[in-house]
T-cell receptor
Framework: AQSVAQPEDQVNVAEGNPLTVKCTYS??????LFWYVQYPNRGLQFLLKYITGDNLVKGSYGFEAEFNKSQTSFHLKKPSALVSDSALYFCAVRDDSPGGYNKLIFGAGTRLAVHP | DGGITQSPKYLFRKEGQNVTLSCEQNLNHDAMYWYRQDPGQGLRLIYY???????QKGDIAEGYSVSREKKESFPLTVTSAQKNPTAFYLC???????????FGPGTRLTVL
C-alpha cells in the first residue's frame, strides 16, 4: 500500500542550528514527493517537490529536501533555523497505485518549534 | 494561499442543519479537493474532482456532498448526517490530479 510516515510528532531546535524533519514513504513506482508548511489557522503552503533528477531539492524560504531511494526517505532540511520557521510540516506522496488516481497522501504532520 | 479563496473563515452550525462551504479558484486548475483536518490527524480527503461535472469520494465522504458545475468552484455541503462535523476544512486545487496542490486559507466549522 502507498503510504507516507512522519515519525516525529514534534521537533525542537535552537535558532541558528540546522533542522531536519523526517519523512519516509512507500510506493510501488517512482515516488513523487512533496513538502508543505502550515502556520496556525492557515492553509498549507507548498515548499518543494521531488519528481526526478537531483536528489537534493531546493525550495522556498531556504528549505531543501534530500531524496534517498535506498532508505525510502525524503527528509526536509534547513541549514540555519529561524524562530519564524516554527509551524506544522507535512510530507506527501503521490498515490500511483491502481485506484489511487494519483491523489496525494499526506503524513500526519510534524510540529517544528524553533527556540530563540 | 495563492488564487484560492474559501468562505466563510468561521462558520457555526446548529445540530441538524446543513451548511455549505465555498471554494473558488482562479488558477485555471482542472482538479479540486476538499480535506478535513482534526488535531493530530493530519489531512483526510473528503472529495475530489478531476474535471468539471465529475467528482469522486475520498476517504471520509459520508455525511458530505459536493458539486462541480463550474471549473472555478467546488462547494462542499456538510449535511446533518455528518456526526462530528466540527473541524478545519481545507480546499485545494491542482493543474491535474497528482500535481502540486495549492490550498485555500480554510474554514473552521463549529457545531453548537
Amino acid at each position: 500500500a502507498q503510504s507516507v510516515a512522519q515519525p516525529e510528532d514534534q521537533v525542537n531546535v535552537a535558532e541558528g542550528n540546522p533542522l531536519t524533519v523526517k519523512c519516509t514513504y512507500s510506493v510501488s513506482g517512482n515516488p513523487y514527493l512533496f513538502w508543505y508548511v502550515q502556520y496556525p489557522n492557515r492553509g498549507l503552503q507548498f515548499l518543494l517537490k521531488y519528481i526526478t533528477g537531483d536528489n537534493l531539492v531546493k525550495g522556498s524560504y531556504g528549505f531543501e529536501a534530500e531524496f534517498n531511494k535506498s532508505q525510502t526517505s525524503f527528509h526536509l532540511k534547513k541549514p540555519s533555523a529561524l524562530v519564524s520557521d516554527s509551524a506544522l510540516y507535512f510530507c506527501a506522496v503521490r498515490d500511483d497505485s491502481p485506484g489511487g488516481y494519483n491523489k496525494l497522501i499526506f503524513g500526519a504532520g510534524t510540529r517544528l518549534a524553533v527556540h530563540p | 494561499d495563492g488564487g484560492i479563496t474559501q468562505s466563510p473563515k468561521y462558520l457555526f452550525r446548529k445540530e441538524g442543519q446543513n451548511v455549505t462551504l465555498s471554494c473558488e479558484q482562479n488558477l485555471n486548475h482542472d482538479a479540486m479537493y476538499w480535506y478535513r483536518q482534526d488535531p493530530g490527524q493530519g489531512l483526510r480527503l473528503i472529495y475530489y474532482s478531476q474535471i468539471v461535472n465529475d467528482f469522486q469520494k475520498g476517504d471520509i465522504a459520508e455525511g458530505y456532498s459536493v458539486s462541480r458545475e463550474k471549473k472555478e468552484s467546488f462547494p462542499l455541503t456538510v449535511t446533518s448526517a455528518q456526526k462530528n462535523p466540527t473541524a478545519f476544512y481545507l480546499c485545494a486545487s491542482s493543474r491535474d490530479v497528482g500535481d502540486t496542490q495549492y490550498f485555500g486559507p480554510g474554514t473552521r466549522l463549529t457545531v453548537l
